[in-house]
Nanobody, 124 residues
């Protein structure tokens, strides 16, 4: 599978961005799609995920400002980010893989496919 992110940019605090991730060659009918981010010197953290039947999960830090959605007709998953803050500065990655692995829902483990990332920079 191939995942290609886009939409990253340099913006000021309070502005919004919408990230897109186009997925091709992905054969799972029951799946999870997720967004992660990694800032310099920090560990990668999960931002949000959506599974094939539409259930979503959004990290606490993002719940009030970010939303995740998918367009199955376009094989695309989106991350809408509002009211951006400098702490949101990071490389954002999307990931895709099977919905269940060893009884775990959306584990985003070694079976998942990842994109190359798109950079989001937020200045104050």
């Amino acid at each position: 599978a191939k995942l290609v992110e886009s939409g990253g940019d340099s913006v000021q605090s309070g502005q919004s961005l919408k990230l897109s991730c186009v997925i091709s060659g992905f054969g799972y009918s029951s799946y999870c799609l997720g967004w992660f981010r990694q800032a310099p010197g920090k560990e990668r953290e999960r931002v949000a995920w959506i599974e094939s039947e539409g259930s979503i999960d959004i990290a606490d830090f993002a719940r009030a400002r970010f939303t995740i959605a998918q367009d199955k007709t376009k094989n695309t998953v989106y991350l809408q980010m509002n009211n951006l803050e400098p702490d949101d500065t990071a490389m954002y990655f999307c990931a895709a893989g099977p919905k269940w692995t060893n009884g775990k829902l959306c584990p985003f483990d070694s079976r998942y496919y990842w994109g190359q990332g798109t950079q989001v920079t937020v200045s104050s």
